[in-house]
C-alpha cells in the first residue's frame, strides 16, 4: 500500500510538471478572476480605433488589448514553464526567445528544444530577473507572456502586449490554459488538456481515496538543503495525490510563490516523504542536521 501511495503522489507530481514555475521566478499575488476573451471597439498599439480589436482578461484582472495576429511569443521569468504551455496549445513555432542559462543548461529542460528548436541561439531577453529592453524592443514580441507581477509595468511601458498568468492549485491552472488557448485560438486544445488534467486528477483520488486519514504520508517538496519550497502549487499538488503537506500552513501565510523556512521546521516537521528539485539526496544522508530526518532514514527521497 505505501508503493502504491508514493506511485500516486509521484504520478500526480509529474503531471505537475506543467504546473510549477522555477528558476527567475519574482514574488506574485495571483488575482485569478475568471479571465476571458471578448471583442470590443479598443485602440490599438498605434492608437487606432479597430472593431474586431480582441479584449481578455488575464489573470490580474487587468484588461488586455490583443494584437489582430499573434505571430511571435516571448516568454519571461519562469521561461521554461510559460514555454511548455504555449508548445501544449501547438503554437511553439512562435516562440521568439532563447532560454536564460538556469533553464538552457538544465537537463531538466532539454526537451524544450524539441518542441520549439527554433529558439536555439534566439536573443535572450533577461538576466538574473532582470529585462534586456534593448534586445525585447528589436525582437518586437506580438505577446509577452509574465508570471510575475513585476515584468509587467516596464514591457507595457515599452508598449508592449502583456499578458499576466499564474496558479496555486488546479482550478487556476485550468483557467491559465482555457485563457491562453482564447488567445491563441486553440480552444480544442486546450479543453483537451483540462479533461487530461482532471481525469489523472480523478485517478490520483481514486487510487487514495479509502486510506484512512491517519495512515495518509507526510510530505514536504523543494530544496531541502536550501530550506525552501519554490512553488506554491506543490501544496495542492500533494494534498490532490492523497497526501498531507507539512508546509501548507506556513505556504498559505505567504503572498508570493516561495517559501523559506528554518531547520527547527524541518525538523518538527519531519516529513516520511522528501520530493526535491535537484539531486541532493546523498548530500542530505552525508550532513548530520538531516540524518535523523525520516524521509532520510528511509530513503524516501524523490528527485
Known sequence: MKKKIIAVIMAVAMLAVLLCGCGNT????????????????????SGAESSNARVITDMKGREVTLPDQIESIATFGSI?????????????????????????????????????????????????????????????????????????????????????????????????VTLLGEILGEEDRAEAYCQFFDDAVAKAEELTANIPEEERRTALYGSITELSNPHAISEWWITAAGGISVSEEAHSQVEGESLAYSMEDLLLWDPDVMFVTSDEAEELKADSNFSGLTAVQNNEIYL
Open 26 to 45: 519574482a514574488e506574485t499575488d495571483t488575482n485569478s478572476e475568471n479571465p476571458s476573451v471578448t471583442e470590443n471597439q479598443k485602440p490599438d498599439s
Open 80 to 176: 521554461g514553464v510559460l514555454n511548455t504551455f504555449v508548445e501544449t496549445l501547438g503554437a511553439g513555432s512562435k516562440i521568439c526567445n532563447d532560454m536564460t542559462d538556469n533553464f538552457a543548461n538544465s537537463p531538466r529542460w532539454a526537451m524544450q528544444y524539441e518542441f520549439a528548436p527554433q529558439m536555439k541561439g534566439l536573443p535572450v531577453l533577461e538576466s538574473s530577473g532582470e529585462i534586456n529592453m534593448e534586445e525585447v524592443l528589436h525582437v518586437n514580441p506580438d505577446l509577452c507572456l509574465v508570471m510575475s507581477e513585476s515584468y509587467i509595468e516596464p514591457l507595457e511601458q515599452a508598449g508592449l502586449c502583456v499578458v499576466f498568468v499564474n496558479w496555486k492549485e488546479g482550478d487556476q491552472l485550468k483557467e491559465a
